[in-house]
T-cell receptor
Framework: SQKIEQNSEALNIQEGKTATLTCNYT??????LQWYRQDPGRGPVFLLL?????KEKRKERLKVTFDTTLKQSLFHITASQPADSATYLC?????????FGKGTRLHILP | DTAVSQTPKYLVTQMGNDKSIKCEQN?????MYWYKQDSKKFLKIMFS???????INETVPNRFSPKSPDKAHLNLHINSLELGDSAVYFC?????????????FGPGTRLTVT
């Protein structure tokens, strides 16, 4: 069965630097890969979606890459700010089935 | 304006009781979902539902049942609650009947079974 691995440890990044989060999967390549942000006590909020035939997607300070050979997606936040502190979840979609990773907690230090 | 709303926000109940969680979306979406997020923070889909089809995750006990009075509402009924049902339950919706589309989540309902 498909398994998703995200950094289990919290990630501490200095303000202004680029934060890079990793999402690895073990089995079949998804048709789509999504990234969400979740703040404590709130529901996840959709950020970006990338398709299996796309290498990179950008939205403002966010960038997502997708490497089906490595079975990996990287999520980058450039010029990070304390307000970017949250848990970031990746989700894999194939055949209308969606599987979420456990998420990575990101702390941007002022 | 809240896009996806859930009630109650918190629910504390005893084992063996039956409870319901309500969900409403005002986005005009066709498909709604229920997710469970356990203490380890794993977010797992339980059901997806549109006016044509109910798709059930086979790991969900039949004590859980979604009920949709109309396209904008999907309620979750839980019978004979167990300690292991304690979790945060999220309702979500998407524009099309495909999980590839972005999911809009509600604020969650924290269920505690004692």
């Amino acid at each position: 069965s498909q398994k998703i691995e995200q950094n289990s440890e919290a990630l501490n990044i200095q303000e202004g630097k680029t934060a890079t989060l990793t999402c690895n999967y073990t089995n079949y390549s998804p048709a789509y890969l999504q990234w969400y942000r979740q703040d404590p006590g709130r529901g996840p909020v959709f950020l970006l979606l990338i398709r299996e035939n796309e290498k990179e997607k950008r939205k403002e300070r966010l960038k997502v890459t997708f490497d089906t050979t490595l079975k990996q997606s990287l999520f980058h936040i450039t010029a990070s700010q304390p307000a970017d502190s949250a848990t970031y979840l990746c989700a894999l979609v194939r055949d209308d089935k969606i599987i979420f990773g456990k998420g990575t907690r990101l702390h941007i230090l002022p | 304006d809240t896009a996806v709303s859930q009630t109650p926000k918190y629910l504390v109940t005893q084992m063996g009781n039956d409870k319901s969680i309500k969900c409403e979306q005002n986005l005009g979406h066709d498909t709604m979902y229920w997710y469970k997020q356990d203490s380890k923070k794993f977010l797992k889909i339980m059901f997806s539902y549109n006016n044509k089809e109910l798709i059930i995750n086979e790991t969900v006990p039949n004590r859980f049942s979604p009920k949709s009075p109309d396209k904008a509402h999907l309620n979750l009924h839980i019978n004979s609650l167990e300690l292991g049902d304690s979790a945060v339950y999220f309702c979500a919706s998407s524009q099309e009947g495909q999980a590839s589309y972005e999911q809009y989540f509600g604020p969650g309902t924290r269920l505690t079974v004692t």
